[in-house]
C-alpha cells in the first residue's frame, strides 16, 4: 500500500489560474511532511515542512497545509516559472530518518 | 547558499562494471543520504549514514551497494555489479540533524547501464 498518494498527476493551468495540488499520506505516527519542486534533470529543491495538523506555510505564489489525513499546495496567479513536478514526502516517527515520496503532481503554467 | 555537490552528471557503464559515484555534502551536515528515481518513477530511498555507519537502508539496498565516507567530505556509493535495472538518477541528500527539516538534494548523476 503507497504511503503518500499525490494527485493529480498532471496539471495544466493559465497563467494567474489558482489551482491546488493534494497529497495523501497514511502513517502510524508523522515526523513531518515535505513539499519539493523538482525541474527535469535536477533534484528535488526544498520548499516547505510541516510538522502537525493545523500548520501553513507561505512562500511567494505557494502556501501548504496540512491536516491529519493529506496536505493541500496552494497556487496562487502562478506564473510560468512555477511550471515544475510537486513532490511530497513524508517522514515518520519510528527513530528513522528516510523520506517517502509520492510520484509527484507535473504542473505546466501556459502564458 | 550552500549545496550538495554530485559527480559525475552522467556516467554510462557497461553490465558487470563497477561504478563509484561521488558526493560533497554540506560541510557541517552530519546525516547523509542516497536516492535514486527510475525514469518516470518516485524518488526512492536507498540509504542513511551518521557517525561513520549505514543508519538505515531499503531493500533496494542489496550486497551489491556500498557507502562510504573516506574522508572528511566526500561520500560515495558503489555498485559492484551493474545491472541493467541500475540505470536511474542517483541523489545524494545531507541533512543537518536527523529530524524532519528538510534536507538538501544535489542535482544528481544520471547512471546508464548498457
Known amino acids: 500500500e503507497d504511503q503518500v498518494t499525490q494527485s493529480p498527476e498532471a496539471l495544466r493551468l493559465q497563467e494567474g489560474e489558482s489551482s491546488s495540488l493534494n497529497c495523501s499520506y497514511t502513517v502510524s505516527g508523522l515526523r513531518g511532511l515535505f513539499w519539493y519542486r523538482q525541474d527535469p534533470g535536477k533534484g528535488p529543491e526544498f520548499l516547505f515542512t510541516l510538522y502537525s495538523a493545523g500548520e501553513e506555510k507561505e512562500k511567494e505564489r505557494l502556501k501548504a497545509t496540512l491536516t491529519k489525513k493529506e496536505s493541500f499546495l496552494h497556487i496562487t496567479a502562478p506564473k510560468p516559472e512555477d511550471s515544475a513536478t510537486y513532490l511530497c514526502a513524508v517522514q515518520e516517527d519510528t527513530g528513522f530518518q528516510k523520506l517517502v515520496f509520492g510520484t509527484g503532481t507535473r504542473l505546466l503554467v501556459s502564458p | 547558499e550552500p549545496e550538495v555537490t554530485q559527480t559525475p552528471s552522467h556516467q554510462v557503464t557497461q553490465m558487470g562494471q563497477e561504478v563509484i559515484l561521488r558526493c560533497v555534502p554540506i560541510s557541517n551536515h552530519l546525516y547523509f543520504y542516497w536516492y535514486r528515481q527510475i525514469l518516470g518513477q518516485k524518488v526512492e530511498f536507498l540509504v542513511s549514514f551518521y557517525n561513520n555507519e549505514i543508519s538505515e537502508k531499503s531493500e533496494i539496498f542489496d550486497d551489491q551497494f556500498s557507502v562510504e565516507r573516506p574522508d572528511g567530505s566526500n561520500f560515495t556509493l558503489k555498485i559492484r555489479s551493474t545491472k541493467l535495472e541500475d540505470s536511474a538518477m542517483y541523489f545524494c541528500?545531507?541533512?543537518?540533524?536527523?529530524?524532519?527539516?528538510?534536507?538538501?538534494f544535489g542535482s544528481g548523476t544520471r547512471l546508464t547501464v548498457v
Open positions: 541528500a545531507s541533512s543537518e540533524s536527523g529530524t524532519a527539516y528538510g534536507y538538501t
